[in-house]
């Protein structure tokens, strides 16, 4: 059975013992290979359902979580932002929800909209956009757009499994590709080097690069924070076959988490600047809305020894709070563990000679098919 309880916007998990979780968790079994540690319900819900043993045995007969995906209907394929401290203004996003199970994704709360959990429910219900590619190639053909670079996988990965089988990026390169437009990827998936082909046809005329993020050289921890993304060796074996086909290639250091992956920056980097990344950034932990229960159960289940510390040192880069979204703040944090995080990027980053030059891709070659008249002309 489940128990529903009104969700408490006061709750702060900070003053509970290291070993204490924020809420019920699903037996490991039922979610082995998944990243969140609970399925409580989305900020939109008046009440929260949680698992709870009746003594009638009926959670053992509970089925283990299953990826399901299923098709979204949707109207246009290109999103747009007027964020000021965002480097691009448009960005095509072909998956609602991630199977990689990342436990601080930032894209979880956009699980809510659909009534579903950004728990468990963000990694297993999942949704794929059928018609994203047609979409696509209808909107640049619109008589008044101007092309400017399209970013893919700025929210939730464009390559997590079930690309595989669905291949909605490689419809979309296919679109871009012949309309000569301009794409930025990150993703942390080394499945991007199937598509090389398209990739390094595009980087010739100066149209595509890409990035891949890697938050930690630790297979162990990976493993537990980002239970089914590629493991960090095959993410830098990532990075060299891009380069190696003359993509544009760079490594994101995200999310930069205090006390538990920042002592691998430098690492991390050297890395992938070893592989062929000629381009860097970086991403403090975000942890909007729904997140910031994630990630905590996340982690006093497997660093509770840490929890404390990590939670301290992050509020104190984010105002006291476990968030600040305010523009400008929300990607790198304020106060001096804050500069002291920039600082070292850029010392390490100016040593391997990252950075030197940032790739502007090109938007002169635009050019979308001719477009019939819908009448012909009398005279």
């Given amino acids: 059975m489940s128990l529903a309880r009104p969700l408490d916007p006061h709750f702060d998990p900070l003053v509970l013992p290291a070993d204490k979780a924020l809420s019920a968790p699903i037996d490991p079994e039922r979610r082995r290979g998944r990243g969140a540690q609970t399925n409580a319900s989305g900020r939109f819900e008046r009440f929260q359902s949680m698992p709870m043993d009746d003594g009638w045995q009926t959670l053992d007969e509970l089925p283990a979580f299953k990826t399901e995906v299923q098709p979204e209907k949707a109207k246009a394929i290109i999103t747009r932002n007027d964020s000021p401290d965002l480097g691009f203004d448009r960005s095509i996003n072909p998956y609602r929800g991630c199977e990689h199970g990342c436990s601080y994704c930032f894209a979880r709360p956009s699980h809510a909209y659909m009534g579903l959990s950004p728990g468990l429910d963000f990694e297993t219900k999942l949704f794929y956009k059928p018609d994203a590619a047609k979409l696509l190639e209808k909107e640049l053909s619109h008589p008044d757009y101007k092309p400017k670079t399209i970013a893919i996988g700025t929210n939730t990965d464009p390559y997590q499994p079930i690309e595989r089988q669905h291949r909605m990026m490689r419809d979309i390169l296919e679109v871009l590709d012949r309309f000569n437009h301009p794409v930025g990827i990150v993703t942390k998936s080394a499945l991007v080097l199937r598509d090389v082909d398209i990739l390094g046809r595009m980087a010739e005329r100066g149209l595509a690069k890409v990035a891949l993020s890697i938050t930690t050289l630790d297979r162990t921890m990976a493993r537990s924070m980002e239970p089914r993304a590629a493991t960090p060796g095959r993410r830098l074996e990532a990075i060299r076959g891009l380069a190696e086909a003359g993509v544009p290639v760079g490594v994101l250091t995200a999310p930069i988490i205090p006390a538990l992956n920042d002592a691998e920056i430098e690492r991390i980097l050297d890395a992938a600047a070893a592989a062929g990344a000629t381009e ?92 019939l008249p819908a009448q012909l002309s009398l005279f």
């Fill in 280 to 371: 860097a950034g970086y991403v403090l932990l975000r942890l909007p809305l729904e997140v910031s229960d994630i990630f905590k159960e996340w982690l006093l289940r497997h660093y509770p020894e840490r929890y404390r510390h990590v939670i301290s040192l992050l509020r104190s880069m984010r105002g006291g709070k476990d968030y600040d979204a305010t523009y400008g703040k929300r990607q790198k944090g304020e106060g001096p563990y804050a500069w002291q995080i920039g600082r070292r990027f850029e010392i390490a980053t100016g040593r391997l000679g990252m950075n030197r030059r940032h790739l502007k891709l090109r938007t002169d070659l635009f050019s979308p098919p001719r477009q």
